[in-house]
Structures are given as structure tokens and as C-alpha cells.
């Protein structure tokens, strides 16, 4: 698999809503990148521009990761 297909697959699965797959997408990544998904997600989820679909979606895996993640 290249970069790109992994990329795409780390989002499928971060805005899957699904805990799971957030979960065990988020786990492995390390803690800067983290750091930098949470991040993007808060962005995501409050900033204009964004489809309501993804909006909704970020939403979701931050309250997954709040909940299962430290």
C-alpha cells in the first residue's frame, strides 16, 4: 500500500463514527501525530467551510477518543 492509500484509510477510519475503528486508528499514530489529528478534528468540527457530513463525523471521533483515550 503507498502513502496515499494509507492516508486515505486513516481517515476512513478516524471519521468511520464507528469506536472501534477510531480507536484502533488513533492508537497507531504517534503521540505528535496525535496531537496533530486531534487538532484537526477540533478544526473540522467548528470551522465554516466543512461539509456537515465531515463536521459530524469529526464530532463524533473526538467524543470516541475523549471517552476511550486517557
Request: charged share 25%; proline share 0%.
Amino acid at each position: 500500500m503507498n502513502d496515499l492509500s494509507n492516508l486515505e484509510t486513516l481517515w476512513e477510519n478516524l471519521l468511520s463514527r464507528q469506536s472501534e475503528r477510531v480507536i484502533l486508528a488513533f492508537s497507531c499514530l504517534a503521540a505528535e501525530e496525535q496531537s496533530e489529528i486531534v487538532a484537526h478534528l477540533q478544526r473540522m468540527s467548528s470551522e465554516a467551510g466543512w461539509h456537515s457530513e465531515q463536521q459530524k463525523s469529526a464530532s463524533a471521533a473526538l467524543t470516541i477518543l475523549k471517552d476511550n483515550i486517557e
